[in-house]
């Protein structure tokens, strides 16, 4: 008799899960690590954001009160070019390819293994990234135009209706134009350049680490074999004079 044909029995086994998936049934325990772990994440993202977004916007709200309304509008494009920034970063990490980075590590090059850790970690760096910092940074920079839109009617002595109508429309359709055009840009450059921007990213992980003391990855150093290899030379030279 020949052999028979048809999938072999690990196929329909790592199938199975699939199917009670589909029937309704054990749907609860297929999902539950990966559900447990979803909602960890969101409340650590929700925690987070809210901490990081009052931050901000205290701190905006507060550095506005006190300058005028020119240095209002370098903070508003400055929180734009974070928001750009991390976006490109957050892009840069899901696109960026793991295996260059082992060769760099191999050579110990600074950063390379916090480059590996980094697109090990690509959903979560880049939630933060995109989702925490970039969002957070563009609603922070629509409330701070807000407030230099008012700063600079104040120093025109302008209380028309037409007036501010045009300057508030004028300036926060400027500010949201250049966000989304910069972030568009952003992502083009992150997609063709990922591997170097995440190599510069891991260098600065690695500054902040030696330098700071400010660890982001739990990163393993490469163990020396040198005194390993010097032990077996010096045991393989007795044996063969004896």
């Given at each position: 008799?020949?052999?028979p044909?048809?999938?072999k ?5 790592g199938?199975l899960p ?5 029937m ?5 325990n ?8 979803s909602i960890r994440w ?8 809210f ?6 916007s205290?701190s905006s709200?507060t550095v506005l009160?006190?300058?005028g309304?020119?240095i209002g ?7 734009v ?9 957050g892009?840069a990490?899901a ?7 082992h060769?760099?590590?191999a050579e ?7 480059a ?8 979560r760096?880049?939630s ?5 910092v970039?969002?957070v940074?563009g609603?922070?920079?629509g409330a701070a135009?807000t ?7 104040a120093?025109i002595?302008?209380n028309?209706a037409?007036?501010t ?14 966000t989304?055009?910069?972030k568009?840009m ?7 350049y990922?591997?170097r ?7 600065c ?5 030696e330098?700071?003391k400010?660890r982001?990855?739990q990163v393993r150093?490469?163990k020396?074999?040198?005194?390993r290899r010097g ?6 030279k007795r044996e063969s004079?004896?």
């Amino acid at each position: 008799m020949g052999k028979p044909t048809g999938p072999k029995p690990q196929c329909l086994l790592g199938m199975l899960p699939l199917f009670h998936y589909y029937m309704g049934k054990g749907t609860a325990n297929y999902m539950k690590f990966s559900l447990r772990n979803s909602i960890r994440w969101s409340v650590f993202i929700f925690i987070f954001t809210f901490i990081l977004a009052c931050v901000f916007s205290v701190s905006s709200t507060t550095v506005l009160e006190g300058v005028g309304w020119g240095i209002g509008v370098l903070i508003v494009f400055f929180l734009v070019l974070v928001g750009i920034l991390f976006d490109m970063m957050g892009i840069a990490s899901a696109a960026a390819q793991e295996k260059p980075y082992h060769a760099m590590a191999a050579e110990r090059v600074k950063g390379a293994r916090h480059a590996i850790h980094i697109v090990r970690n690509a959903d979560r760096f880049s939630s933060i990234c995109n989702d925490v910092v970039g969002d957070v940074a563009g609603i922070i920079s629509g409330a701070a135009s807000t407030l230099v839109v008012i700063k600079f009617l104040a120093s025109i002595d302008q209380n028309g209706a037409v007036v501010t109508t045009v300057v508030t429309v004028g300036f926060t359709a400027f500010v949201s134009a250049l966000t989304v055009g910069g972030k568009a840009m952003g992502k083009s450059m992150a997609i063709h350049y990922s591997n170097r921007i995440v190599l510069i990213v891991g260098k600065c992980f690695y500054f902040l680490e030696e330098r700071l003391k400010i660890r982001i990855f739990q990163v393993r150093k490469a163990k020396s074999g040198n005194g390993r290899r010097g032990k077996t030379h010096a045991a393989g030279k007795r044996e063969s004079t004896r």
